[in-house]
T-cell receptor
C-alpha cells in the first residue's frame, strides 16, 4: 500500500527553527508538495520538490531525497502566525496525490 | 483568497435531509476536486472532474452525488447521510497539465464544515 508518514504534532518556540519530516512509500514518484492549513481555512501551497535538494523560499525551505523517500519542511525565525497544520503530499506514478495526515505545529511565545 | 469559493461554510443536517454544497473557481482551471477531511486523517479524494467530465469516483457511497455543470462550478448533493459523514468537505481546482509555468498544485476552497445529526 501507499503511505505518507509525518509527525502528528510538534511544538516550537517563537523565533526558533523547526523541521517537519515526511517519509513516503508510494508506487512511483512524480513530485512532492507541502501545504499549510490554518484552522478553519483552506490549505495553501507552500512548496513543490521533484528533484533532490533544497528549495528555499524566504523563511521556508523544503528538502527532498528521492532515494530515501524523505522530505522535510524547514521553518526559520518562527512567528506565531506559523501555528498551523502542515500537509505533505506525493504524486505517484499514476499522477494521483497521496496525502499525509498532517503535522499540527504549535508555536509558543 | 485562493480563487476558490465554497458555500455554505457550515451546514448542520439531519440524516433524512437533502442539501447541497457549492464550489466556484475563478482561476480558469479545468480540473475540480472534492475531498473529505476528517480530524487527524489524510485528505480523502472523493471525486475528480476534468473538463466537466467525471474522471474519478473514489468508491464514494451513492448518498454523495457530484454535479459539474461547467468548468467553474462544482456541486456535492447530499442525501440521507450518516453521522460518520460529518467532516470538512474541501473543493479544489487545478490546471491539469502542470507544465513549466506551474507545478500543477491544487487551489483549495476554505471548505464546508458538515455536521450530520
Amino acid at each position: 500500500g501507499q503511505n505518507i508518514d509525518q509527525p502528528t504534532e510538534m511544538t516550537a518556540t517563537e523565533g526558533a527553527i523547526v523541521q517537519i519530516n515526511c517519509t513516503y512509500q508510494t508506487s512511483g514518484f512524480n513530485g512532492l508538495f507541502w501545504y499549510q492549513q490554518h484552522a478553519g481555512e483552506a490549505p495553501t501551497f507552500l512548496s513543490y520538490n521533484v528533484l533532490d535538494g533544497l528549495e528555499e523560499k524566504g523563511r521556508f525551505s523544503s528538502f527532498l531525497s528521492r532515494s530515501k523517500g524523505y522530505s522535510y519542511l524547514l521553518l526559520k525565525e518562527l512567528q506565531m502566525k506559523d501555528s498551523a497544520s502542515y500537509l505533505c503530499a506525493v504524486i505517484d506514478s499514476n499522477y494521483q496525490l497521496i496525502w499525509g495526515a498532517g503535522t499540527k505545529l504549535i508555536i509558543k511565545p | 483568497e485562493t480563487g476558490v469559493t465554497q458555500t455554505p461554510r457550515h451546514l448542520v443536517m439531519g440524516m433524512t435531509n437533502k442539501k447541497s454544497l457549492k464550489c466556484e473557481q475563478h482561476l480558469g482551471h479545468n480540473a475540480m476536486y472534492w475531498y473529505k477531511q476528517s480530524a487527524k486523517k489524510p485528505l480523502e479524494l472523493m471525486f475528480v472532474y476534468n473538463f466537466k467530465e467525471q474522471t474519478e469516483n473514489n468508491s464514494v457511497p451513492s448518498r454523495f452525488s457530484p454535479e459539474c455543470p461547467n468548468s467553474s462550478h462544482l456541486f456535492l448533493h447530499l442525501h440521507t447521510l450518516q453521522p460518520e459523514d460529518s467532516a470538512l468537505y474541501l473543493c479544489a481546482s487545478r490546471h491539469p497539465d502542470g507544465g513549466m509555468e506551474n507545478t500543477g498544485e491544487l487551489f483549495f476552497g476554505e471548505g464546508s464544515r458538515l455536521t450530520v445529526l
